[in-house]
């Protein structure tokens, strides 16, 4: 039976009983339904992963024991910050969640003219908590032992400037696809657009920035879809799904 992995953040440290917080606890409890005495394993993000057991289960508490920690590292050799246009709801969700699962080291939400979602401040924050734990849940099920960072919402125009690597950008009208380009030396900048795609003077922005229209085949892709195929075929190509 598959053993279940937990995201705990806090500090792990091997021999301790840790009380879970309200959320880890519910988690643990009602969704994962575990019992106690049940194995798990547990990470928070640093990169070591701990055995664990259940030790108390009840209404308003639920401990674990730490055990064993190991090092387990399944990050891609290839570094790739993404820069996704904001979609409404479970595509975002989708998008977050197939991109952890690919590798993406980092994620900055991006506001462009054709998003369709507008968000205040304390909605800005709360969406970005929200996807944060899409995040961890991603890497739970994944199995990785970091989980990348979804930065702060900000607008296209400021995240294209300044980028590092091999800058690329999704778009259908492009003459060229990923297998015409170089081997990136390590890091990738990729931009991904909302669900209506860029407007004309953000291509111009883009290619101004040192960006590379490349395309992801004949058809025309939903954002969640093209941000799966994308890093498929990156990591294929130079990552680590070769």
Known sequence: MRISRLYLPQALEEGSVLQLDEESAHYLRTVLRLKKGTDLTVFNGDGREYSARVATIVRDEVRVE???GRNREVESPLTTHLGLGISR??????AIQKAVELGVSRITP???????????DTRRGSRRQHWRKVARSACEQCGRNRV???EEPIELRDWVVGREGLRLFFDPQAAVGLKDLPRPEGF???????EGGFAEKERVLAREAGFIPVRLGPRILRTETA???????IQAIWGDLG
Do not use: K, N, Q, W
């Open 110 to 120: 991006l506001f462009t003219e054709h998003c369709v979602v507008r968000l205040d």
């Open 148 to 150: 990348p960072e979804i």
């Open 188 to 194: 990738v900048s990729l931009l991904s657009g909302p």
């Open 89 to 94: 709801g479970e595509r975002m969700d989708l």
């Open 66 to 68: 730490i055990g064993d």
């Open 227 to 233: 941000v799966l195929a994308a890093l498929s075929a």
